[in-house]
């Protein structure tokens, strides 16, 4: 037995697409039956079995009786039918008899079908039951595009959604309800709209997939329901200008502080969005409106509020609007709408805000403040570089004060140290380590520092002597070694270093001579890093002084040597330190009148030492020398750590009770004024082993002096200061001789090395030379001078032709 199937190329499509139909809501869910050409809803889609000869003679009274339809479709469409021939043993051919013309379509069929179609899609829009399923629905659909009814039906279904939406967009124009209002039933149109295009497109989907996506120029049935409601909500000014204020009076409510229903402005904004009239219609009055906004609120916070409290507000404003950006504003506006806040609050009044604030600000050290301030001025075009000029400002005004003025010498210093600690912190902590804030740092303390020639260098140096000292117990070594790199930060900006080796050296010298130097490791420390930092010429006189120490304990231990192998008596207990011209601060000579026992000491080891050094010559500085004096007083015996000078006066007193002024200096040949103060120190000071007569501080040639036998003291060890004489003008001035006369040294060498190699040089070109190689500040009228004295002693000589040339005498 043979079977024939006929094969329905159009019910495969139908449960192809029976997901899409899933969706439908219950209510237009119905029995599922296809019509057929004669308009009953009996058969089901299916394949039709093929019949045998005998069963097709048994059935022809009935197919007499009715059309036949074994070729149609589940869905009533007329087909051809396949006739498939099935060979077996012996050929064969299956005939289907008495078959008629196509069936056709009942003339009424496209209008019932449209009105089923019609009576949906209005139910769907008025929210209302629908009698027939999605699948039902969809089938016709699919029927009517299958007969050539496409266009038709798309025609039909794009007039009865705009006559719908012309009819939602008109009622708003009579409506006199409140803005608030006016947008909550504008949005809920909008969610009904796009609900109902939904549904509408579940049910046409066969339209949308083959004739719409077959004619390019064709909107889809969703692009269409959007395209309609754009296009009566542009033909509708009044309408959009309503949705567009009624949104823009909400976010002006928000930003004054109001809460608002951000879930409505979010709908609102994204049907603008989505009927793309957004931008057009919204994001440029929104902007136009943000820029007045915060173009009027900056100008009066401006006047009313200090600067810390404005940047908070700006900050907090920024926040807010990119909350917005998040919340409902599309992404697109949040470029230009975070740039105008940044413009109208920030740009405009930068000048402003730094003038107005920013000193107080660094003066006060409000870490959190400027770190708020950079940030905000880092979002704005040159924003940081106006700030970083501001603040270079700041330090070089801040700076000089304190660097200019005579009263704060004592305390230059430290404030400088201070005040550097501050602002590298602020560089660090708010400035986030910019290496542009950090330069202009380094410059403005380079400058101002500069501003009063030679004083800082001399200070510093003096402060470093200050803290090497022995006696000085306010910082353990690990302190003090950081100290000393803080105090190599300001030497770096000095320009006179020369300046600062001068005076260093002078005070080292004193350190090490008299053992006040409280740590030879933090000696040999700030030794290193000023080689490190200035090179081996700067420091190789200091290294020298080290070295004449070490030398020295050498040369008194071999001569205590040589003294116990002669079997020579000494009545004094000696040290004596040899120091190299050269290395050490040039001290005035003064010939006092030393004891008998001091000049056997002297020539006993100067006839030790130039046996060994022949050619060399020994002078002596009764200036760097100290004593050790055992003293008898009625409390007992006490031992007076003096100086030299001092230890010459009490000598005097072991022959009388009392002596006068004149007589002490004839008989020490003391100067007139260091006997003065040796004096005051004695009978002045704490320790007073002298009476003066009459008492009083200032000394004077009528003065006499009486040894203080009553003198009591609970240590057995005392030590006597001299009293140092302030930096006197003299001593000031001659240590800035020696310097300057250095310079002239070092002037000279440049200009004869220079045109020893150049030959010829122009003068602009040999004072630019210079300039490169002196590491030193000097003017050009004294670098003139050099090149004159040069030219005078033949060193070099006037170019003959070209005066403004000079040529080099070998």
């Given at each position: 037995?043979?079977?024939?199937?006929?094969?329905?190329?159009?019910?495969?499509?139908?449960?192809?697409?029976?997901?899409?139909?899933?969706?439908?809501?219950?209510?237009?869910?119905?029995?599922?039956?296809?019509?057929?050409?004669?308009?009953?809803?009996?058969?089901?889609?299916?394949?039709?079995?093929?019949?045998?000869?005998?069963?097709?003679?048994?059935?022809?009274?009935?197919?007499?009786?009715?059309?036949?339809?074994?070729?149609?479709?589940?869905?009533?469409?007329?087909?051809?039918?396949?006739?498939?021939?099935?060979?077996?043993?012996?050929?064969?051919?299956?005939?289907?008899?008495?078959?008629?013309?196509?069936?056709?379509?009942?003339?009424?069929?496209?209008?019932?079908?449209?009105?089923?179609?019609?009576?949906?899609?209005?139910?769907?829009?008025?929210?209302?039951?629908?009698?027939?399923?999605?699948?039902?629905?969809?089938?016709?659909?699919?029927?009517?595009?299958?007969?050539?009814?496409?266009?038709?039906?798309?025609?039909?279904?794009?007039?009865?959604?705009?006559?719908?939406?012309?009819?939602?967009?008109?009622?708003?124009?009579?409506?006199?309800?409140?803005?608030?209002?006016?947008?909550?039933?504008?949005?809920?149109?909008?969610?009904?709209?796009?609900?109902?295009?939904?549904?509408?497109?579940?049910?046409?989907?066969?339209?949308?997939?083959?004739?719409?996506?077959?004619?390019?120029?064709?909107?889809?049935?969703?692009?269409?329901?959007?395209?309609?409601?754009?296009?009566?909500?542009?033909?509708?000014?009044?309408?959009?200008?309503?949705?567009?204020?009624?949104?823009?009076?909400?976010?002006?409510?928000?930003?004054?502080?109001?809460?608002?229903?951000?879930?409505?402005?979010?709908?609102?904004?994204?049907?603008?969005?989505?009927?793309?009239?957004?931008?057009?219609?919204?994001?440029?009055?929104?902007?136009?409106?943000?820029?007045?906004?915060?173009?009027?609120?900056?100008?009066?916070?401006?006047?009313?509020?200090?600067?810390?409290?404005?940047?908070?507000?700006?900050?907090?404003?920024?926040?807010?609007?990119?909350?917005?950006?998040?919340?409902?504003?599309?992404?697109?506006?949040?470029?230009?709408?975070?740039?105008?806040?940044?413009?109208?609050?920030?740009?405009?009044?930068?000048?402003?805000?730094?003038?107005?604030?920013?000193?107080?600000?660094?003066?006060?050290?409000?870490?959190?403040?400027?770190?708020?301030?950079?940030?905000?001025?880092?979002?704005?075009?040159?924003?940081?570089?106006?700030?970083?000029?501001?603040?270079?400002?700041?330090?070089?005004?801040?700076?000089?004060?304190?660097?200019?003025?005579?009263?704060?010498?004592?305390?230059?210093?430290?404030?400088?140290?201070?005040?550097?600690?501050?602002?590298?912190?602020?560089?660090?902590?708010?400035?986030?380590?910019?290496?542009?804030?950090?330069?202009?740092?380094?410059?403005?303390?380079?400058?101002?520092?500069?501003?009063?020639?030679?004083?800082?260098?001399?200070?510093?140096?003096?402060?470093?002597?200050?803290?090497?000292?022995?006696?000085?117990k306010e910082a353990t070594e690990e302190e003090l070694e950081k100290l000393l790199d803080k105090i190599m930060v300001l030497f770096?900006?000095?320009?006179?270093?020369?300046?600062?080796?001068?005076?260093?050296?002078?005070?080292?010298?004193?350190?090490?001579?008299?053992?006040?130097?409280?740590?030879?490791?933090?000696?040999?420390?700030?030794?290193?890093?000023?080689?490190?930092?200035?090179?081996?010429?700067?420091?190789?006189?200091?290294?020298?002084?080290?070295?004449?120490?070490?030398?020295?304990?050498?040369?008194?231990?071999?001569?205590?040597?040589?003294?116990?192998?002669?079997?020579?008596?000494?009545?004094?207990?000696?040290?004596?330190?040899?120091?190299?011209?050269?290395?050490?601060?040039?001290?005035?000579?003064?010939?006092?009148?030393?004891?008998?026992?001091?000049?056997?000491?002297?020539?006993?080891?100067?006839?030790?030492?130039?046996?060994?050094?022949?050619?060399?010559?020994?002078?002596?500085?009764?200036?760097?020398?100290?004593?050790?004096?055992?003293?008898?007083?009625?409390?007992?015996?006490?031992?007076?750590?003096?100086?030299?000078?001092?230890?010459?006066?009490?000598?005097?007193?072991?022959?009388?009770?009392?002596?006068?002024?004149?007589?002490?200096?004839?008989?020490?040949?003391?100067?007139?004024?260091?006997?003065?103060?040796?004096?005051?120190?004695?009978?002045?000071?704490?320790?007073?082993?002298?009476?003066?007569?009459?008492?009083?501080?200032?000394?004077?040639?009528?003065?006499?002096?009486?040894?203080?036998?009553?003198?009591?003291?609970?240590?057995?060890?005392?030590?006597?200061?001299?009293?140092?004489?302030?930096?006197?003008?003299?001593?000031?001035?001659?240590?800035?001789?020696?310097?300057?006369?250095?310079?002239?040294?070092?002037?000279?060498?440049?200009?004869?090395?220079?045109?020893?190699?150049?030959?010829?040089?122009?003068?602009?070109?040999?004072?630019?030379?210079?300039?490169?190689?002196?590491?030193?500040?000097?003017?050009?009228?004294?670098?003139?001078?050099?090149?004159?004295?040069?030219?005078?002693?033949?060193?070099?000589?006037?170019?003959?032709?070209?005066?403004?040339?000079?040529?080099?005498?070998?």
């Amino acid at each position: 037995m043979f079977s024939l199937s006929v094969k329905d190329s159009t019910s495969h499509g139908c449960r192809h697409n029976r997901r899409e139909l899933d969706n439908c809501p219950a209510n237009l869910r119905g029995s599922g039956e296809i019509p057929n050409s004669s308009g009953s809803s009996k058969r089901k889609r299916g394949s039709i079995a093929g019949q045998t000869d005998e069963n097709m003679s048994d059935n022809s009274s009935e197919r007499n009786k009715r059309p036949n339809f074994s070729a149609v479709g589940s869905n009533g469409i007329n087909r051809n039918v396949n006739i498939i021939n099935i060979k077996t043993s012996g050929t064969k051919k299956i005939v289907i008899k008495n078959q008629k013309g196509e069936p056709k379509l009942p003339d009424d069929y496209t209008d019932k079908t449209w009105e089923k179609l019609r009576s949906a899609v209005l139910a769907i829009q008025k929210s209302k039951p629908n009698k027939y399923s999605c699948e039902e629905l969809y089938q016709a659909v699919e029927n009517m595009c299958n007969h050539k009814m496409a266009h038709t039906l798309y025609q039909n279904l794009r007039s009865l959604t705009e006559a719908h939406v012309r009819a939602n967009i008109e009622q708003f124009l009579a409506e006199s309800m409140d803005r608030f209002l006016f947008l909550k039933k504008m949005n809920e149109t909008w969610q009904d709209h796009c609900r109902q295009m939904i549904m509408i497109r579940s049910i046409f989907l066969y339209l949308d997939r083959t004739f719409v996506l077959q004619n390019a120029q064709i909107l889809s049935i969703w692009d269409t329901g959007l395209d309609l409601f754009r296009q009566y909500i542009l033909q509708y000014t009044l309408v959009q200008t309503r949705v567009v204020e009624g949104l823009l009076m909400l976010i002006e409510k928000e930003r004054q502080g109001d809460a608002v229903d951000r879930t409505l402005l979010k709908s609102l904004l994204r049907m603008l969005t989505d009927l793309q009239i957004y931008d057009k219609a919204f994001e440029t009055k929104f902007l136009l409106a943000t820029e007045r906004l915060y173009a009027a609120e900056g100008q009066r916070l401006m006047q009313e509020l200090e600067v810390p409290e404005y940047l908070a507000h700006v900050d907090k404003r920024i926040s807010e609007e990119n909350e917005r950006v998040l919340h409902y504003l599309d992404a697109s506006t949040k470029y230009q709408l975070i740039h105008n806040v940044e413009k109208q609050l920030l740009s405009e009044h930068i000048t402003n805000i730094l003038q107005k604030g920013l000193d107080s600000l660094l003066e006060g050290k409000r870490i959190h403040d400027l770190s708020l301030l950079y940030s905000l001025f880092g979002r704005v075009k040159n924003g940081h570089s106006e700030l970083c000029t501001a603040f270079n400002a700041y330090i070089k005004k801040r700076g000089r004060t304190i660097v200019i003025d005579p009263e704060k010498d004592r305390t230059m210093v430290q404030e400088l140290l201070d005040f550097k600690d501050a602002m590298d912190n602020i560089v660090i902590t708010c400035f986030n380590r910019n290496e542009k804030f950090s330069n202009s740092l380094k410059e403005a303390f380079e400058h101002f520092i500069n501003q009063r020639a030679n004083k800082p260098a001399e200070l510093i140096a003096k402060f470093v002597d200050s803290k090497l000292r022995a006696g000085n117990k306010e910082a353990t070594e690990e302190e003090l070694e950081k100290l000393l790199d803080k105090i190599m930060v300001l030497f770096r900006f000095i320009h006179g270093k020369d300046v600062f080796e001068a005076f260093y050296k002078k005070d080292l010298a004193k350190r090490l001579l008299v053992g006040k130097s409280a740590s030879v490791d933090a000696e040999k420390s700030m030794l290193s890093k000023l080689k490190q930092e200035c090179g081996g010429g700067f420091t190789s006189k200091l290294e020298g002084m080290f070295k004449d120490m070490e030398l020295s304990k050498d040369i008194n231990i071999a001569f205590r040597q040589h003294i116990a192998n002669n079997r020579k008596l000494i009545p004094l207990d000696m040290t004596v330190n040899i120091l190299t011209m050269g290395y050490w601060p040039t001290y005035t000579p003064m010939d006092v009148t030393v004891p008998e026992q001091m000049l056997q000491f002297q020539d006993v080891f100067k006839n030790f030492y130039l046996n060994k050094h022949i050619g060399r010559k020994l002078q002596w500085q009764p200036t760097l020398g100290h004593c050790v004096l055992r003293a008898n007083f009625r409390a007992g015996i006490k031992e007076l750590v003096v100086s030299l000078f001092q230890s010459l006066v009490l000598l005097l007193f072991n022959s009388a009770d009392e002596l006068g002024f004149e007589y002490l200096k004839a008989a020490t040949n003391i100067e007139d004024g260091e006997l003065r103060r040796t004096l005051q120190s004695l009978a002045c000071g704490k320790a007073r082993v002298l009476n003066k007569i009459p008492k009083g501080r200032d000394i004077s040639e009528s003065d006499k002096f009486r040894f203080n036998n009553d003198f009591v003291n609970k240590l057995f060890r005392i030590k006597i200061n001299q009293i140092q004489m302030k930096e006197t003008t003299e001593e000031q001035k001659a240590t800035e001789e020696r310097v300057y006369q250095d310079r002239q040294y070092q002037i000279d060498a440049a200009i004869v090395r220079i045109m020893k190699m150049r030959k010829t040089l122009s003068h602009n070109l040999l004072i630019s030379e210079l300039y490169i190689q002196l590491k030193f500040p000097v003017k050009p009228a004294d670098l003139k001078k050099r090149i004159e004295s040069l030219i005078d002693r033949d060193y070099m000589e006037r170019d003959k032709e070209t005066s403004n040339q000079y040529n080099y005498v070998a």
